[in-house]
């Protein structure tokens, strides 16, 4: 097993994996798609603009160039963005990634196409999915990096290839267990990022912990329901990419996608709270393409219906929220 590792996004989620790799001493390079913070984190080892608080070990190479990213090692983890990945997929060329053993960290859909992140390196590289793996799971990038105790699932069509990652990645403070329900692992990983925003709308509303509550509930048998239409297992969401990572995005401090939903539940506009924020918030990108393929295949999501129309077509929360309520009275006649 080749301990050399390229990290491809130099985002909170791909510097605090480098980092935990270079605990476990493995041998990173890590990728950096700004020029200027390349030269930042070059002079001050610390990643100021996603990661600030945190100094990169110095065995960590860096490099704002694909092509030595590509060509450092024959293990490639992508912690790009979900908009992003299949441009720098392609800009790094299918040559270059042949026979290159892949895990995405990328918890999203891609927008336009309404893909899973796996299924966009598989329609890349003309892959069957057997070299590629995913992970998913509550780690927030920042207790990560702080050693904080953390399990997460890596999930693959390829039973080897899932424990080839769980190997590498495995330490004292990072638990690493393994699926073979690619489906179910995205899925939960991505949607838990759309219901986190209606967690937040809650919360800055302040309509208290029942509240919420009842709501968690109601966004988890949504996310069974959306995720059983695409052959994904339930039990995948009970597990830690469902349940596990819904609670974490949903209440933790440091989750921007319930940041955003407070946010607009103070009266800001989504384009404002996305511009004031350097880190990217994927639900933001995920809810169109959930709302969409809901739609296509025609599966009922109403927290999702209505989170799209407060976001994308400006619907007022209080008028969603009469409309559930009455949505609720109308199912218990």
């Known amino acids: ?152 699932v890596i999930a693959s069509q390829n039973k080897d290839c899932a424990k080839y990652f769980q190997r590498l990645a495995h330490g004292l403070n990072l638990r690493v267990y393994t699926s073979d329900d690619v489906v179910g692992v995205e899925l939960g990983g991505a949607l838990k990022n759309v219901m986190a925003i209606g967690a937040g709308i809650i919360q800055g509303l302040s309509l208290g912990t029942n509240t919420l509550s009842a709501y968690i509930t109601r966004a988890l048998a949504e996310m069974k329901r959306f995720g059983k239409a695409f052959g994904a297992k339930e039990s995948t969401f009970m597990g830690l990419s469902g349940v596990g990572d819904l609670i974490l995005t949903s209440f933790g401090p440091l989750s921007r996608n319930r940041y955003f939903g407070m946010e607009i539940a103070k009266g800001k506009s989504p384009k404002e709270v996305l511009e004031s924020q350097k880190g990217v918030i994927e639900g933001y990108y995920t809810l169109f393409a959930v709302y969409n393929l809901s739609q296509r295949m025609k599966i009922e999501m109403p927290i999702t219906s209505e989170l799209y129309q407060i976001v994308y077509e400006g619907k007022s929360i209080e008028d969603s929220i009469k409309h559930i309520k009455e949505r609720e009275m109308k199912e218990e006649e």
């Open 1 to 152: 097993m080749s301990q050399k590792i390229s990290v491809i996004g130099a985002g909170a989620w791909g510097t605090a994996f480098s980092i935990h790799l270079a605990k476990l001493k493995k041998e990173v390079c890590l990728w950096i798609y700004e020029r200027d913070l390349f030269e930042i984190i070059g002079i001050k080892r610390e990643n100021t603009f996603y990661l600030p608080g945190f100094i990169l070990p110095d065995d960590v190479k860096l490099t704002y160039e694909l092509d030595y990213a590509a060509n450092y090692s024959e293990n490639i983890v992508f912690a790009v963005p979900s908009y992003a990945l299949r441009k720098v997929m392609e800009k790094m060329g299918k040559e270059a990634l042949k026979d290159k053993n892949i895990l995405i960290l990328t918890k999203g859909l891609e927008a336009e196409t309404c893909k899973r992140m796996s299924e966009v390196a598989e329609e890349i590289l003309m892959d069957s999915g057997e070299r590629i793996a995913v992970l998913s799971g509550p780690s927030f990038a920042r207790e990560v990096a702080s050693g904080v105790f953390t399990s997460v």
